[in-house]
């Protein structure tokens, strides 16, 4: 199975700063990286898929990069809605899996 | 819009069974591939399962496999997990989820239910 490692697990920010979020794949998965968030209480939902690519309606300062084995996350000017927890995944091979999650916290 | 309704969600005792639905909407169900994905409380998400729109693939996650039994009724748009031998392990919000892309089975999923809890405690 491929593993899936995010760090940090968790952080601290304040509105507008600048948040990356890592995450390394126990091997090489190309571009086969996707993104979620998710808020208390309620079902993820997909942010980036391809490593890149920004799903309709998300809005531009979240961007993702990277391939091979590492992977970013970057919130450009974190917002007060942006508060939550992040997750990535796999989609090289099954089982698909996922990375441990990083939670954004208000500093 | 896309809506996922699952259910069937509650309380089980460890080594019974238990059935969820998952009711699809706002979209041509019989042509995705469709997942359930697990959450234990204050966990992180595991994938559970996958069957594909015809149900000629179909797969599992290991800590399921030979317990679980994923299937669809296309003619109903639902999807169904049936959850037999379960284990206080198995505690978790389900979710159902979409693959992304039609007619395929690309292991990115798009939109999700908002989840049905099971509990195995005696």
């Known amino acids: 199975d491929i593993q899936m490692t995010q760090s940090p697990a968790s952080l601290s920010a304040s509105v507008g700063d600048r948040v990356t979020i890592t995450c390394r794949a126990s091997?090489?998965?190309?571009?086969?990286v996707n993104w979620y968030q998710q808020k208390p209480g309620k079902a993820p939902k997909l942010l980036i898929n391809?490593?890149?690519s920004l799903q309709s309606g998300v809005p531009s300062r979240f961007s993702g990069s990277g391939s091979g084995t590492d992977f970013t996350l970057t919130i450009s000017g974190l917002q007060p809605e942006d508060f939550a927890t992040y997750y990535c995944q796999q989609s090289y091979s099954t089982p698909w899996t996922f990375g441990q999650g990083t939670k954004v916290e208000i500093k | 819009d896309v809506q996922l309704v699952e259910s069937g969600g509650g309380l089980v005792k460890p080594g019974g069974s238990l059935r969820l639905s998952c009711a699809a909407s706002g979209f041509t169900f019989s042509t995705y591939s469709m997942n359930w994905i697990r959450q234990a409380p204050g966990k992180g998400l595991e994938w559970v399962s996958s069957?594909?729109?015809?149900?000629?693939?179909?797969d599992y996650a290991d800590s399921v496999k030979g317990r679980f039994t994923i299937s669809r009724d296309n003619a109903k748009n639902s999807l169904y997990l049936q959850m037999n031998s379960v284990r206080a392990e198995d505690t978790a919000v389900y979710y159902c989820?979409?693959?992304?892309?039609?007619?395929?089975?690309?292991?990115?999923?798009?939109?999700w239910g908002q989840g049905t809890l099971v509990t195995v405690s005696s």
């Open positions: 091997q090489s998965i190309s571009s086969y």
């Open positions: 391809a490593a890149s």
């Open positions: 989820a979409r693959d992304r892309d039609s007619s395929g089975y690309s292991g990115i999923f798009d939109y």
């Open positions: 069957i594909s729109s015809s149900t000629s693939y179909i």
